[in-house]
């Protein structure tokens, strides 16, 4: 079906069966393709990219680790407190590295 927008202008729309993929636009001094725009696949293609987005943010959190200590404040007389923190684990009794000796470090350990 072929449309006038006034006197001088055609308007000739191109189908691919029951689908209209865009139109011609016939002027005396030139001739246009005018594509359509498929609203629902631009839906649809967004839609898909915000859920692929939403499960990457999504699995990047859940796979975050979470911190080796809690909360650090400052406690009255300028003393560190560490909340939910345990003790680090003991190591085995292993060989003390160069440096230890030649500044004569002793191990840091807690008493009972």
């Given at each position: 079906?072929?449309?006038?927008l006034?006197?001088?202008?055609?308007?000739i729309?191109?189908?691919s069966?029951e689908?209209?993929?865009g139109?011609?636009?016939?002027?005396?001094?030139?001739?246009?393709?005018?594509?359509?725009?498929?609203?629902?696949?631009?839906v649809?293609?967004?839609?898909a990219f915000?859920?692929v987005?939403?499960?990457?943010?999504?699995v990047?959190?859940?796979?975050?680790?979470?911190p080796?200590?809690?909360?650090?404040?400052?406690?009255?007389?300028g003393?560190?407190?560490?909340?939910?923190?345990?003790?680090?684990?003991?190591?085995?009794?292993?060989r003390?590295?160069w440096?230890?000796?030649?500044?004569?470090?002793?191990?840091?350990t807690?008493e009972p």
């Amino acid at each position: 079906m072929v449309t006038a927008l006034d006197s001088r202008h055609e308007v000739i729309p191109v189908r691919s069966g029951e689908r209209e993929i865009g139109a011609y636009v016939v002027r005396p001094e030139r001739t246009t393709f005018v594509p359509a725009v498929d609203v629902t696949a631009l839906v649809l293609g967004s839609m898909a990219f915000a859920t692929v987005a939403a499960v990457a943010v999504a699995v990047g959190i859940a796979r975050r680790r979470p911190p080796a200590i809690g909360a650090v404040t400052m406690g009255p007389g300028g003393w560190l407190s560490l909340k939910r923190s345990a003790a680090p684990p003991l190591r085995a009794a292993e060989r003390r590295p160069w440096w230890a000796h030649a500044l004569r470090a002793r191990r840091l350990t807690t008493e009972p």
